[in-house]
């Protein structure tokens, strides 16, 4: 099954990415080197950090093929890091970057840790969860906990990254 991931496609509820454009860029480079080790451990590479007051209090990397767990993706671990260091399960005011746009079980966790605001590389037509396919993280009041969503940051690094982890792959099982 091949994926395409997208580049330029803005969901009507997420704004453009231009706004906080340096800060943006810089943890989202930053997400694209923790994606990096997950392909070099044989995972999909997805990376995902959390900032707090311009601090980083929480990174990961996908994990759920080395640890043999089915929610080891990389916003769960970089949110569960977040979570011990600030010694709370909720982390309000913080803002989660992410390579690629979070599924459903992420979409859950992010609005259960009360972030602030999500920024995301990709969009993920086949599984995404803020606005390619589903729209979990609604800015209209449906949940208790609204945060800004926006999609699309650096999305031609975040996107190639995975097609040709993906391409990759398909050469190595034909």
Same mark, same amino acid.
């Given at each position: 099954?091949?994926?395409?991931?997208?580049?330029?496609?803005?969901?009507?509820?997420?704004?453009? *990415?231009?706004?906080?454009?340096? !800060?943006?860029?810089?943890?989202?480079?930053? =997400? #694209?080197?923790? +994606?990096? /080790?997950?392909?070099?451990?044989?995972?999909?590479?997805?990376?995902?950090?959390?900032?707090?007051?311009?601090?980083?209090?929480?990174?990961?990397?996908?994990? *759920?093929?080395?640890?043999?767990? !089915?929610?080891?993706?990389?916003?769960?671990? =970089? #949110?569960?890091? +977040?979570? /011990?260091?600030?010694?709370?399960?909720?982390?309000?005011?913080?803002?989660?970057?992410?390579?690629?746009?979070?599924?459903?079980?992420?979409?859950?966790?992010?609005?259960?840790?009360?972030?602030?605001?999500?920024?995301?590389?990709?969009?993920?037509?086949?599984?995404? +969860?803020?606005?390619?396919?589903?729209?979990?993280?609604?800015?209209?009041?449906?949940?208790?906990?609204?945060?800004?969503?926006?999609?699309?940051?650096?999305?031609?690094?975040?996107?190639?990254?995975?097609?040709?982890?993906?391409?990759?792959?398909?050469?190595?099982?034909?």
């Amino acid at each position: 099954m091949r994926h395409e991931y997208l580049s330029n496609d803005y969901s009507r509820t997420h704004r453009s *990415p231009d706004m906080n454009e340096a !800060p943006d860029h810089r943890y989202m480079r930053h =997400a #694209l080197e923790l +994606a990096a /080790e997950a392909e070099a451990q044989g995972e999909v590479p997805v990376g995902a950090v959390v900032v707090l007051d311009d601090t980083v209090i929480g990174e990961g990397w996908n994990q *759920p093929i080395g640890r043999h767990d !089915p929610t080891a993706h990389a916003e769960i671990i =970089a #949110l569960r890091h +977040a979570g /011990e260091h600030l010694r709370n399960y909720r982390l309000p005011g913080a803002t989660l970057y992410a390579t690629l746009e979070p599924c459903t079980m992420c979409a859950g966790a992010i609005i259960h840790a009360r972030i602030a605001r999500l920024v995301f590389g990709a969009h993920d037509p086949k599984g995404g +969860a803020a606005g390619s396919v589903f729209e979990l993280l609604p800015p209209d009041g449906r949940f208790n906990h609204r945060l800004e969503c926006v999609g699309g940051v650096m999305a031609d690094a975040c996107a190639g990254r995975l097609q040709a982890f993906f391409k990759e792959r398909r050469k190595k099982t034909t």
